[in-house]
């Protein structure tokens, strides 16, 4: 599928356009003490009346209908109304509560609709929302059948994980758990490269919280360990998903290098992503049994990119899960060599020294079996 450049230029526009849906936005501008129609006095109340309610629930309506309006530019201002009032300064507690159930309440049936575009705002509103009643709705999204709201409602995790991170929202343990698993159980299931990439940039938005970051990387580099299996049992995945995989290597790696100056490496995470790291190296060594007659060098690109990254996290992982050193055996080049000139044995050679029948992954702390990298056909 990739073995062209126009194919390569539709997976980067496709990467863009993700990037353009779910980086998190920026904060709507209040606008003074008015934001999009509702106060910002009402929003920094402690104690919302039923005529606040009545008010709250009119603002949403009316904006709501505008925001699905054919008119472009209406739906485009009523979407940053909606968005405004969580931007004011000094959002209560009950505001939230309120705001979040009566957006959820109208903008559900939008999320499940058949405008994509509209979908994707949608889920992104309720998950900046960031109550329990954005839960629901959220999941719903990413349990649907088509991509793009699928993409929206990472987006929205990403807008409630960044604030859960940054403590403007609390949630008691098992609730912050239940949108973690949420994300956790989708990633391990999730059959399109482009939306577990989304899943992941939602996941990597704990990075600055380091009690919430630890527990969710660990069980980030799990997941996609789970997906493995899978993936490089598809033949011209390992292209497809090389980008995608290369975010959970990235976030794994930027952990690692956080956690280790600060004297507080978590075990158990340095071992999961050691395993993560065998699981992304046998499907380096699986994709080499596939290869066509005349392989394009440049199509495995994101993969030899996907390798070295690999290597650099399965080398500190073993450092930090052993105290002891092992060192690189430059995995991309020979990957590179081993497409261009159809001699994989250099780099299987490498392989075999982490996941082989005494490689490093297969002894204490890590205790791997040889068949969890078995060949897949």
């Known amino acids: 599928m990739f073995a062209n450049a126009r194919a390569l230029s539709v997976r980067a526009a496709a990467a863009g356009l ?14 003074g003490p008015i934001a999009g129609g509702l106060p910002c006095a009402l929003a920094a109340k402690n104690a919302i009346t039923e005529d606040d309610k009545t008010q709250i629930r009119r603002f949403v309506e009316s904006q709501a209908a505008d925001l699905v309006s054919e008119n472009a530019e209406a739906s ?6 909606l968005a405004a009032p969580l931007a004011c300064p000094n959002v209560s507690v009950e505001f939230r509560l309120e705001f979040g159930q009566a957006l959820g309440q109208r903008l559900s049936p939008i999320v499940i609709g058949p405008n994509e575009r ?20 959220l999941n719903s999204a990413l349990a649907d059948a088509r991509q793009t709201i699928r993409f929206g409602a990472a987006g929205g995790y990403r807008e409630m994980v960044l604030l ?21 159980s989708s990633l391990a299931k999730e059959s399109d490269p482009l939306v577990a990439e989304a899943l992941i940039l939602a996941l990597n938005e704990t990075r600055i919280s380091a009690p919430l970051r630890a527990k969710a990387m660990t069980r980030m580099v799990g997941a996609l360990s789970d997906r493995l299996p899978a993936i490089r049992a598809e033949r011209g995945a390992a292209i497809r998903w090389a980008s995608s995989l290369l975010r959970g290597i990235d976030a794994a790696r930027l952990t690692l290098f956080e956690m280790i100056p600060a004297g507080n490496v978590d075990r158990e995470f340095a071992n999961r992503a050691a395993l993560l790291s065998g699981q992304v190296f046998a499907m380096g060594r699986d994709m080499l ?19 070295g990254a690999t290597e650099g996290l399965a080398v500190i ?5 052993t105290n002891q050193r092992t ?51």
């Open 18 to 31: 993700l990037i353009t849906i779910l980086a998190p936005s920026a904060p709507a501008q209040p606008g």
């Open 118 to 137: 509209l979908s994707v705002i949608a889920t992104r509103l309720i998950g900046r929302a960031a109550t329990t009643a954005s839960l629901p709705v």
């Open 289 to 307: 049994t596939r290869l066509p007659k005349e392989p394009d060098p440049a199509a495995y690109a994101d993969v030899v990119r996907l390798l």
């Open 317 to 321: 992982s073993y450092n930090a899960a």
């Open 164 to 184: 859960l991170a940054q403590g403007a929202v609390l949630f008691p343990e098992r609730t912050v758990d239940q949108i973690l698993d949420s994300l956790f």
């Open 76 to 81: 485009r201002i009523a979407r940053d109304r």
């Open 327 to 377: 060192p690189e055996r430059g995995m991309p080049a020979l990957l590179e060599t081993a497409v261009r000139q159809g001699d994989p044995r250099p780099f299987n050679d490498a392989v075999q020294a982490w996941i082989g029948p005494n490689g490093l992954l297969l002894k204490p702390p890590f205790n791997a079996k040889a068949t969890d990298f078995a060949p897949v056909n």
